[in-house]
């Protein structure tokens, strides 16, 4: 969605956004201890966050998240590990 929509300026389809909603309300699911699969930081962590600090870079992926508070905390904390913080992606030191 980030490339699409802010490289590309490319209008995202609704059934573009109905995929992602789908992707969020599994990761959603998740969300009922600190990390995806656990209390630990595990891959599944690892891998999702820096796809969705890009995803909530996006307009449509702003709106899709703004609606999963508990998504946002989780990829607040995963922002703030030090490895994430020291690989962030130019947009995002912009976004904050």
Do not use: H
């Amino acid at each position: 969605m980030f490339v699409e929509e802010v490289e590309r300026g490319r209008a995202i389809e609704p059934d573009e956004i109905e995929r992602a909603r789908n992707v969020l309300a599994v990761l959603d699911g998740l969300q009922d201890r600190p990390f995806l699969t656990g209390d630990c930081v595990t891959l599944a962590d690892l891998w999702a966050a820096p796809m969705l600090a890009c995803f909530r870079l996006a307009p449509t992926g702003q709106k899709l998240l703004a609606g999963l508070p508990e998504m946002q905390e989780w990829l607040k904390l995963m922002l703030a590990r030090p490895s994430l913080m020291a690989t962030r992606y130019p947009l995002e030191r912009e976004a904050g």
